[in-house]
């Protein structure tokens, strides 16, 4: 179905103003070849480290036709998490900023079914999926290519309006609109305060490719086994994730605190303290991340990151 600038428009208001959506973008649907060649290489060089499943459906991740038939367009959503507003005891494990609250996932995938929902009801029959995180997609490409921002040399995609504190989410779909996109251009410049600050210098020197084999979010997270020796003394006390790269970045300082209540965090979590976290049981650690997507980590996962964080610190 195509649509007219005023329809795109539509769109995009009744996203940010019923659905809470902070930015909507769109690109046109088709082969991404030379991301291909990027996500290629980056693959063959192992820098996905045990996270096998990047390996797999490479067609669908460059060619958004090949998981949704008929596919025209991607539209391109960011949902603010960034919140300067909770304190926690200042010898606390570190918890990554966008695990504060409720697991994103299902919040994001319920307002994009209804953003689908009111499209059809509004402008007729569409054909099309939401994704978040759910799919083969290449979402910081596709944010990109729809004029949504840049990706840093962080390898995480920025705003110049809004920093980079925020969820992508995409909408893939029969709609077809056909309008200049303006593409950003690359604003990190000379900058590289993230590659000075990252602990384990998983961001290359020149920035722009990410060693996930280094990364604090990667070893905190997705890594099953026992982390390697070498990266246990260099948590600087994230328990999961890492927010180090953004807090360093200059165009954070445009973030604004979300409004969204599903990811405020509990008084619970943010009062305890590191001999509380050291002594956390598994039932408490059930209740206190019940929808949270720390329980991605697992509780046995995150007992042995907050060990190594209290013995990188010389306790014991």
């Known amino acids: 179905m195509k649509i007219n600038a005023y329809q795109w428009r539509q769109i995009q208001t009744y996203a940010v103003q019923q659905l809470g959506f902070m930015d909507v973008s769109i690109a046109k649907a088709e082969l991404m070849e030379p991301e291909a060649r990027r996500l290629e290489a980056w693959l063959s060089q192992g820098h ?8 797999n ?20 959503l960011s949902y603010n998490y960034y919140n300067d507003q909770v304190e926690q ?9 966008y695990a504060y609250g409720k697991d994103y996932h299902k919040l994001i995938r319920k307002k ?30 596709w944010a990109k290519r729809s004029g949504m921002g840049w990706i840093g040399k962080h390898t995480l995609l920025i705003s110049k309006r809004r920093g980079s504190y925020f969820f992508l989410a995409e909408l893939i779909s029969d709609l077809e ?24 210098d998983a961001i290359s020197p020149a920035g722009y490719v990410l060693d996930a084999t280094k990364c ?14 070498e990266y246990q003394d260099q948590l600087e006390s994230w328990m999961f994730g890492c927010d180090i790269c953004q807090q ?21 979590l943010m009062s305890k303290n590191r001999k509380d976290w050291q002594d956390l049981e598994e039932p408490e650690f ?10 991605r980590a697992g509780f046995l996962k995150l007992k042995d990151n907050i060990e190594a964080v209290i013995r990188s610190d010389g306790e014991e």
Do not use: Q
């Not at 005891?89 to 900023?97: C, E, F, R, V, Y």
């Not at 079914?113 to 099309?128: A, C, R, T």
């Open 177 to 200: 609109y056909e309008d200049d996109i303006h593409i950003e251009s690359d604003h990190c410049g000379t900058c590289t305060r993230c590659i000075d600050a990252c602990p384990t």
């Open 57 to 76: 459906h490479f067609e669908l991740r460059v060619d958004p036709r090949k998981l949704v038939e008929g596919a025209k367009s991607v539209i391109s």
């Open 286 to 295: 059930e209740l206190l991340f019940a929808g949270s997507a720390v329980r």
């Open 112 to 141: 994009l079914k209804h953003l689908l929902d009111w499209i059809e009801e509004s402008m007729g029959e569409v054909n099309g999926r939401g994704f978040v995180d759910s799919a083969p997609i290449l979402e910081r490409d």
């Open 248 to 268: 360093v970045c200059p165009w954070n300082r445009f973030s604004s605190n979300h409004n969204e209540p599903k990811f405020l965090p509990s008084t619970s």
């Open 48 to 55: 996905h480290a045990k996270m096998s499943y990047l390996e």
């Open 216 to 229: 604090i979010s990667y070893l905190t997270i997705e890594l099953k086994e026992s982390m390697p020796e």
């Open 89 to 97: 005891p200042a010898d606390a494990p570190k918890i990554a900023m």
